[in-house]
């Protein structure tokens, strides 16, 4: 595990926005897992300005994402499709045809993730999966408690998770109850992952998964037995990390 840790959080999705970049570079048609949430939105700008400054090519790049709400159709605001879209699908050239994202809406969830999980083999399996960490230390939205050999599935959203994201809603009633989310396995099947953390609420979930047992109760922490994990902290959820780590630049 490399564990990197970036003066600010334009430093990190820089850094975060590099990695991507440089796979894409060596690995045109490369399979990317994406993640939503505010922490990699700035990732996904610079990865835009990438695109029209220097013309990094997404022609060929074939993506899934991480989860998505049950219940929210693809034109609501909140659901992670539109985030995708509004945020970045929209502003590179990728074709529409190579995104993945859960149906909120199937009607047979369980197909829907089993299809799911499917097409990602039919693709040769994620070449490199970005994740965020919750304040619960969820990793997609596999809750603390989730089981670990889970592959994509129907997942039901923690109180703590809810009222993380009501911040996105008008009212906490709004906050979907259930989601879908690609499970442990799936994730961790992935050639590559980067982790990105920012912000002081997630300093201490953050060195309970790097450092503390490998537990379901904090999902995250099975990160630390896959072969190919960079963690990029930003120095505001670092301050119990650093006392652990080696920094590696990269
Ligand atoms: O980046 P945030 O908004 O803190 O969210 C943390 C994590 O929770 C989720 O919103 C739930 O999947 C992820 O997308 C994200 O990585």
């Known amino acids: 595990m490399r564990i990197v840790i970036a003066k600010d959080y334009e430093d990190m999705s820089a850094r975060a926005a ?3 970049a440089g796979q894409i570079y060596l690995k045109p048609n490369s399979v990317l897992g994406m993640a939503t949430g505010s922490t990699p939105l700035l990732m996904y700008k610079e990865l835009i300005k990438v695109h029209k400054e220097v013309g990094l090519d997404f022609s060929e790049v074939i993506t899934f994402n991480l989860d998505e709400y049950l ?3 693809k034109e609501d605001e909140q659901s992670y499709y539109y985030y995708m879209f509004h945020h970045f699908f929209n502003h590179i050239n990728i074709r ?3 995104i993945y994202i859960p149906d909120g809406m199937a009607q047979d969830v369980e197909e829907e993730c089993r299809n799911y999980d499917r097409s990602i083999l039919n693709m040769g399996g994620i070449d490199l999966q970005i994740l965020g960490i919750g304040n619960n230390g969820h990793i997609g939205f596999n809750e603390p408690d989730i089981k670990f050999e889970a592959t994509t599935h129907r997942v039901k959203l923690d109180d703590e998770t809810i009222e993380a994201n009501a911040r996105f809603f008008a009212t906490i009633e709004e906050v979907p109850r259930f989601a879908i989310s690609m499970g442990i396995k799936t994730i961790m ?3 590559k992952l980067v982790l990105l953390a920012s912000g002081e609420n997630k300093a201490e979930v953050l060195y309970h998964a790097l450092f503390g047992g490998i537990t379901p109760e904090i ?3 099975i990160l630390q037995l896959h072969q190919d994990v960079t963690v ?3 120095e505001s959820a670092a301050h119990l990390v650093k006392h652990k780590y080696q920094n590696h630049r990269i």
């Open 71 to 73: 219940g929210l159709p």
């Open 232 to 234: 990029i902290v930003e």
């Open 189 to 191: 099947h992935a050639k």
């Open 96 to 98: 529409k045809q190579n």
């Open 219 to 221: 999902p995250a922490s």
């Open 18 to 20: 590099r990695i991507v």
